[in-house]
């Protein structure tokens, strides 16, 4: 076999090389050099040490918010609990005052129920104040409407539960009953 003759080769002309290429493989053929090369290997080192710094602070903050959430709101479940026994306690209490102010039966549910109303407010529990106040869903749920002719439309005449919030989170919404406003004729 013979070799074939540069004439009867075709060679692409120079100028028609893209001029991206042939900067490409101008940079593939020619290495950089070393001391560049080791400083962009140290900055991306430093820059990553770095990312993974504020990666590892924002982690703690993040743990320590949600530590400090969880210890402020443990209790949430034990006094949702409680709060069943506190309206018995409160319908013994005032089936107590009603037979007489004077007995001892009244006085000693009177002192319990101010050490527990204590118990509630030391533990950042904050009862929902309801009554005369207008209707907000998010703290008051509606069990009846009634007409009234001393409260607007939409104003809470009475509540038959009592509402508790733990800080600024709701644990029962208060039980009420709101005016439809004046009675038609």
Known sequence: MTEPSPETTQQAPVDEIPAADAAASAQEAAPLDPVTALTQ???RWKDMAYRSQAELDNFRKRS???AQE???YANGELLRALFPILDNFDMGLEAARVESEKSMIF?????V?????DFLRD???QEIEALGKAFDPNLHEAVAQEASAQAAEGTIIRVTRRGYKLKDRLLRAASVIVSSGPAQA
């Open 41 to 43: 290997e140290v900055e």
């Open 64 to 66: 320590a918010r949600e």
């Open 70 to 72: 969880t210890r402020a």
């Open 113 to 117: 129920n101010r050490q527990l109303q």
């Open 123 to 125: 533990s950042g529990v």
């Open 107 to 111: 006085m000693g549910m009177n002192m």
